[in-house]
């Protein structure tokens, strides 16, 4: 299944909400513009630039843009995954002048209904939100599953000395636990990632809702999703490929647009055991951070049990800022009719 990103964009008859948008796909030449648009968002640490030009290369997605007298007000991803079943929604921004006058929500509804004509197939609409869910959203979504938001933050030469510190006081793995020390995290090939995500059941029990959640995007355990996956930079690693209890995927770090040596990296970990998180944890500091100067903002997604156990490890042990305190992140659908 493939998007055509030179399809035609239709556009709807003039209703108040939308009078005066016009639809079209982005493309690269629109870069700079929806970078002066959205220029502010999550306070200088917007992904969307290191990501822009590999999105529009996706074949199952399409990025679409809303113009008002020519200017670009407003932006949504619209992804099919899970087989052709579930649309993902991702990336929207809305221009600071157009906020609160409805653009949002007829973009959502335009993208959704562009993409249903041109795969009827699709059936669910998913997206995930780090925002408090209300009573309303309850009448629209089903939660699919959540994990704890923990945002730290250090410069990346800091850290570097401080873990080499621990590993000559005491050794990193008994940092981490007062139990013995278990063996050192392994790091996935592809052959062993097929493996384990797909020819077992092993991950169902590991994975929430047997969800991988990776950079904020929910993907079903189907052999599609792990294809789309593969192609991305991403650190795989387990505690056990033959008995896994936590798993975590690690992006590699990206600059983002708040200063020229800020970074930023995501880690999603699944599981319930701290020893283990915090040993997965270190081991991608450890990987990622040794070459890089300047500041790091790290966003880990876990088990919300463990959010305040990480929480404290990070500040007492690592000695890293933390940067707010406990938030969600929500993976909700709902049926597209």
């Known amino acids: 299944m493939k998007l055509d990103a030179n399809l035609t964009i239709p ?73 052709g079943e579930t649309l993902l929604v991702e990336g929207l921004r809305v221009a600071p002048q157009e906020r609160g006058k409805g653009v949002a929500g007829v973009l959502l509804r335009f993208c959704s209904e562009l993409i249903k004509s041109k795969y009827p197939d699709v059936k669910v609409s998913r997206l995930t939100r780090d925002d408090q869910l209300g009573p ?104 056990d490929v033959c008995s896994p209890t936590v798993a975590s995927l690690c992006t590699f770090p990206f600059k983002v647009p708040i200063g020229d040596d800020w970074y930023y990296l995501n880690i999603d970990m699944f599981g319930k055991d701290l020893d283990l998180a915090q040993q997965q944890f270190l081991c991608h500091l450890q990987q990622h951070t040794a070459s890089l100067k300047g500041h790091v903002m790290c966003q880990i997604f876990l088990d919300p049990g463990l959010w305040r156990p990480m929480a404290d490890f990070c500040q007492n042990t690592l000695n890293v800022e933390l940067v707010k305190e406990y938030t969600e992140q929500c993976v909700v659908e709902s049926d597209l009719l």
């Open 136 to 239: 309303k959203d309850f009448e629209k979504y089903r939660i699919i599953t959540k994990q704890g938001i923990l945002l730290v933050r250090f410069r990346a030469e800091e850290l570097k000395l401080h873990l080499g510190q621990m590993m000559q006081t005491e050794g990193v793995r008994s940092s981490v636990s007062t139990r013995q020390a278990p063996p050192p995290p392994v790091r996935l090939d592809q052959t062993a990632i097929h493996q384990l995500y797909l020819s077992t059941e092993l991950m169902q029990r590991v994975l929430p809702n047997a969800t991988i959640i990776q950079d904020w995007q929910p993907f079903k355990l189907l052999p599609s999703n792990l294809a789309i996956l593969l192609k991305k930079d991403i650190d795989w690693m387990v505690d």
């Open 11 to 83: 556009q709807p008859p003039e209703a108040p909400s939308q009078a005066g948008l016009q639809f079209a796909v982005a493309t690269e030449e629109d870069f700079d513009e929806i970078m002066a648009m959205s220029q502010d968002i999550y306070g200088g640490l917007d992904y969307l630039p290191t990501r822009y030009t590999s999105w529009l290369q996706e074949t199952n997605r399409l990025v679409i843009l809303a113009r008002k007298e020519g200017k670009v007000i407003a932006l949504e991803s619209a992804c099919v995954i899970d087989d």
